[in-house]
């Protein structure tokens, strides 16, 4: 199917945001957005990936072990969860580690690639949460790439549909599908640049 000429740029930035994410994460190299390659002190680590830069982070956890400070609940499946909680969420918000903004990236592309183009039927709580960091890049990687297969396969009348993708945690069903488009590049590109200034954080960390 050819590329609806109104999804193309939108396509290209998905494209090369999550190039430049899975550079700065797996090394050894990433785009620095000039297009040269900028060197990067290595792929990330168990460590670094459940680093807390604050004291009273939201992160992932072993389901076993609870929820962390002023979370409610753990989401996702399997031994790892995700710190959440309820509406109203805490005020002022918990800073978040690596482990939650990318665990929070992937379950989103993933959820709404399959609320677009699957079976229209996971929940957060169908969404392995992952708690090592090699499964979280591994994870991400697919969700992008399910998130990515989801748009190759609209059509130009799918963009102005509303409720086209029925992804229940956000306002999909109240929005044309272009603009959930736009609203998950710009979830790719904001929490891309967090985790980017969590691994520098974390590396002049390691060096005081």
């Given at each position: 199917?050819?590329?609806?000429?109104?999804?193309?740029?939108l396509?290209?930035?998905?494209?090369?945001?999550r190039?430049?994410?899975?550079?700065?994460?797996?090394?050894?190299v990433?785009?620095?957005?000039?297009?040269?390659?900028?060197?990067?002190?290595?792929?990330?680590?168990?460590?670094?990936?459940?680093?807390?830069?604050?004291p009273?982070?939201?992160?992932v956890?072993?389901?076993?072990?609870?929820?962390?400070?002023?979370?409610?609940?753990?989401?996702?499946?399997?031994?790892?969860?995700?710190?959440?909680?309820?509406?109203?969420?805490?005020?002022p918000?918990?800073?978040t580690?690596?482990?939650?903004?990318?665990?929070?990236l992937?379950?989103?592309?993933?959820?709404?690639?399959?609320?677009?183009?699957g079976?229209?039927?996971l929940?957060?709580?169908d969404?392995?949460?992952?708690?090592?960091?090699?499964?979280?890049?591994?994870?991400?990687?697919?969700?992008?790439?399910?998130w990515?297969?989801?748009l190759?396969?609209v059509?130009?009348?799918?963009?102005?549909?509303?409720?086209?993708?029925?992804?229940?945690?956000?306002?999909?069903?109240?929005?044309p599908?272009?603009?959930?488009?736009?609203w998950?590049?710009q979830?790719?590109?904001?929490?891309?640049?967090?985790?980017?200034?969590?691994?520098?954080?974390?590396?002049?960390?390691?060096?005081?």
């Amino acid at each position: 199917m050819t590329v609806p000429s109104r999804l193309a740029p939108l396509l290209a930035q998905f494209d090369f945001a999550r190039k430049r994410l899975t550079g700065r994460l797996t090394g050894p190299v990433m785009d620095s957005g000039d297009g040269a390659a900028t060197r990067i002190d290595g792929p990330l680590t168990d460590e670094e990936h459940l680093w807390e830069p604050v004291p009273g982070c939201w992160s992932v956890r072993r389901r076993a072990d609870g929820p962390g400070p002023r979370a409610t609940s753990l989401a996702g499946a399997g031994d790892w969860g995700r710190d959440a909680a309820a509406y109203p969420h805490p005020w002022p918000p918990p800073v978040t580690t690596l482990a939650w903004r990318l665990s929070h990236l992937t379950e989103m592309l993933t959820l709404r690639a399959d609320h677009t183009a699957g079976g229209h039927t996971l929940t957060r709580d169908d969404h392995p949460v992952s708690g090592d960091a090699a499964t979280a890049v591994a994870a991400f990687d697919a969700g992008a790439a399910a998130w990515r297969g989801a748009l190759l396969s609209v059509d130009d009348a799918a963009l102005d549909t509303v409720g086209y993708c029925t992804y229940p945690h956000g306002s999909d069903l109240e929005e044309p599908f272009l603009d959930i488009v736009w609203w998950v590049n710009q979830e790719l590109l904001h929490h891309g640049a967090e985790i980017a200034l969590l691994r520098d954080l974390y590396r002049a960390a390691r060096a005081r």
